[in-house]
């Protein structure tokens, strides 16, 4: 069973608008959650995260939104540019600082048209 | 420069016969972890290691070990690789767990 949902597989948004990442989750003993962005051939690079008792947090033009009771959370970036064309995966944890395994979504690729 | 290297970026081999991918990270991170990535199935976790001496399972652990003697590095060992372990593996250290820095990559080919 898939613990953390990302259900679009792409997103294509114009140059200068909001885009906007979706991510599920299932389990209610995740306290941490994280982005992370993949260019082609590199590895994924770390973007944001959020603590469960945060329900926002902002990083330039990335913040990202958390909804415990839906058990959603959302990456917005304002505004999208072309370099932000990339594979961004959501990911969560258990622990609160004491566990150290990492479960992913599949990812959503998005494109950034100039 | 900080980083996380990975060897080989490719490999082709053939079933059966034993390789290591080799992870070196020169960042003093306790934290190392190997990942695997899949169409369709994103990153998942097959090994992670909190300290020399220190590892335990991911999600997907079959077909595969691991080692930590030195903390700077965390070799991935295929004993006897099948075509199912074809795909792109990741290496990742941390100091804390959460905020992982990822290698380039290492695209093994099995047939």
């Known amino acids: 069973d898939q613990q953390v949902k990302q259900n679009s597989p792409s997103l294509s948004v114009q140059e200068g608008r909001i885009s906007i990442l979706n991510c599920d989750y299932t389990n209610s003993m995740f306290d941490y959650f994280l982005w992370y962005k993949k260019y082609p051939a590199e590895g994924p690079t770390f973007l944001i995260s959020i603590s469960s008792i945060k329900d926002k947090n902002e990083d330039g033009r990335f913040t990202v939104f958390l909804n415990k009771s839906a058990k959603h959370l959302s990456l917005h970036i304002v505004p999208s540019q072309p370099g932000d064309s990339a594979v961004y995966f959501c990911?969560?944890?258990?622990?609160?600082?004491?566990?150290?395994?990492?479960?992913f979504g599949k990812g959503t690729l998005l494109t950034v048209n100039p | 420069e900080a980083q996380v290297t990975q060897n080989p970026r490719y490999l082709i081999t053939v079933t059966g016969k034993k390789l290591t991918v080799t992870c070196s990270q020169n960042?003093?991170?306790?934290?190392m972890s190997w990942y695997r990535q899949d169409p369709g199935l994103g990153l998942r976790q097959i090994y992670y290691?909190?300290?020399?001496?220190?590892?335990d399972k991911g999600d997907v652990p079959e077909g595969y070990k691991v080692s930590r003697k030195e903390k700077r590095n965390f070799p991935l060992i295929l004993e006897s690789p099948s075509p199912n372990q074809t795909s792109l593996y990741f290496c990742?250290?941390?100091?804390?767990?959460?905020?992982?820095?990822f290698g380039p990559g290492t695209r093994l080919t099995v047939t």
């Open positions: 990911a969560a944890s258990v622990g609160g600082g004491s566990n150290y395994k990492l479960t």
């Open positions: 990742a250290s941390s100091p804390w767990g959460y905020e992982q820095y």
């Open positions: 290691s909190m300290n020399v001496e220190v590892t």
């Open positions: 960042m003093n991170h306790e934290y």
